[in-house]
């Protein structure tokens, strides 16, 4: 009899245990969501399917979106213009032809080179059935990175992204290495970013403030760059985690643009601040380390 309620004992709590281990889904870390145009016909000669960042995994359809990129020429060279077309699809290569228009585009193409000095913000047109076409050029030799940004209709915000190079001789790549002080000029503006806190992890808040880097006095006349007061990228230095974010009151004019983020990891990050004003947008960019 001890025997048997023994036996009957053990086999609930091996039930219990075993319940204990999901094989869920782990989901994958929020992306704090998010210029030129052209379009082109040209047949591409070779295709490439960009991968998730993050290495996160999505739930529902957005887990099977893929995107398809191919470039016009083989051997695409610096400063000469080529036509990359980016296709969204299923698995089985069905196109996905809905998608929101997020902070006045259907997608948003980030490029960045290896070590991060190039970043190119830009918009490629929406063709129908999936596809995306843009014109565009990269002014030096070496790896660039393109992360197509995008929200399938009523989804959630994806980007897919894949690396290509350009051909010739490329520059020697330079350490990312965090600003000392985190004020820079940039076309006549005096832009200083600062945080209430930085952690891995802990969600915090990032302030641009613009003034006249002449006069000093604050800019706050500011106008909305795709539907809003700034727009933000970040990337950790290896280019892996991706961040577009977008300000906590859009309709801000200055000379504060606040913005809400995490960083997923401790490391090293670059972040473009990207305003407009009197019609011209201008990009800042900082290097932080986060603990």
């Not at 070779?46 to 739930?59: F, M, P």
């Not at 948003?108 to 000095?117: A, E, F, G, M």
């Not at 801000?252 to 809400?260: C, E, W």
Request: glycine content about 8%; hydrophobic content about 35%.
């Amino acid at each position: 009899m001890k025997r048997i309620l023994f036996t009957t004992m053990l086999a609930a709590v091996l039930l219990v245990a075993g319940c204990g281990q999901s094989g869920g889904k782990s989901e994958e870390p929020a992306m704090n969501h998010s210029t030129g145009h052209g379009s082109g016909n040209s047949e591409s000669s070779s295709q490439h399917e960009g991968h998730e960042e993050n290495g996160g995994a999505e739930e529902g359809v957005s887990s099977n979106v893929q995107a398809l990129f191919s470039y016009s020429n083989d051997s695409v060279k610096p400063n000469e213009e080529f036509v990359v077309k980016i296709r969204i699809q299923a698995p089985d290569g069905e196109p996905y032809d809905a998608f929101d228009t997020v902070h006045e585009k259907k997608m948003h193409l980030i490029i960045v080179n290896k070590d991060l000095s190039y970043f190119s913000h830009i918009h490629p047109d929406y063709e129908g059935g999936g596809q995306f076409t843009i014109t565009t050029s990269l002014p030096a030799a070496g790896e660039y990175k393109w992360i197509a940004d995008f929200k399938l209709e009523g989804g959630s915000a994806l980007n897919r992204s894949e690396w290509m190079t350009v051909q010739g001789n490329a520059p020697a790549l330079k350490p990312v290495e965090p600003d000392e002080q985190l004020v820079k000029t940039v076309d006549g503006k005096q832009v200083t970013l600062s945080m209430d806190h930085l952690m891995a992890n802990m969600e915090l808040s990032l302030n641009f403030h613009i003034a006249d880097a002449s006069t000093k006095e604050p800019i706050s006349n500011l106008q909305p760059y795709l539907g809003a007061v700034g727009h933000v990228v970040i990337l950790s230095e290896d280019a892996e985690q991706y961040l577009h974010v977008h300000p906590t009151e859009e309709r801000s004019t200055g000379p504060d643009a606040s913005f809400m983020t995490t960083f997923p990891h401790s490391g090293v990050y670059k972040i473009w601040g990207q305003f407009q004003q009197d019609g011209k947008v201008f990009t800042v960019p900082f290097v932080v380390k986060v603990p």
